[in-house]
Each structure stands twice: as C-alpha cells, then as structure tokens.
C-alpha cells in the first residue's frame, strides 16, 4: 500500500520559515507529480504547490508564489515545500498527495488528480 507521510509542521511566528517533507513509498515516486494543498478550519482543501515526476516543471498558488518553493530528490523518495514569509493566512493542515497518474505531462492543480494522500502536518502562524 501506499504510504505518504508529511513532517515539519509547527508553530512560528508571521515572516518565519517552515520546511515541510514528504516521504512516499509503495510506489515508483519518480514517476508520479507530487503536490502540496492545504486545509484552514472551516474551509475547503486548497492547491498550494505541485512538481512534475522528473521536477521539470513547478505549479504554484497564486497565494503562495515567491514565498513557497517546491521540490523533490527522487533518490530520497522526497518532496518539500519551503515556507518563507509566512502569513497568520497560512495556517492550515498542510497535505502531501502523489498523482494517481504515472508521468503526467502538468503538475494537476486539481485534487481529484490525485489519489494517495499524506495525514497532514499543522502549520500555525501567529501574528
């Protein structure tokens, strides 16, 4: 089965930093698009940031563009999503999911894209 397991959440103050990690097995990891979404109480799961199998390409929020960078080591089975500047707006349930579809040509904004989801790691930024 496939495992998807997130780690690096915490507490930190508005403009602070966070680096995220997601370790996936049970599945050939360079061949699948990862992304990172997000869920704040109350609200739906949002696109926060996605990578191309090979790390080719990158998709972003508008939200988080130039303050979050994602990206991967293959050779690790790992995908991160660095936090910078962080926002109180940030806070949420951050999420890791692999793509359902092997060597899928766009990282997919769309969360039905992908079928193997992490259990989230929080993230809470304080004002």
Partial sequence: QVQVVESGGGLVQ??????????VSGRTFSRY?????RQAPGKEREFVAAIKWSGASTDYADSVKGR???????SKDTVYLEMNS?????????????DALAFRARPSTTLSSYNSWG???QVTVSS
Avoid: H
């Avoid at 698009?33 to 979404?37: L, Q, R, S, V």
């Avoid at 979050?68 to 293959?74: G, Q």
């Avoid at 962080?86 to 999420?95: R, S």
């Fill in 14 to 23: 508005a403009g602070g930093s966070l680096r995220l990690s997601c370790v």
């Fill in 86 to 98: 962080l926002k109180p707006e940030d806070t949420a349930v951050y999420y890791c999911a692999a």
């Fill in 119 to 121: 259990q989230g790691t």
């Fill in 68 to 74: 979050f960078t994602i990206s991967r080591d293959n």
């Fill in 33 to 37: 698009n990862m992304g990172w979404f």
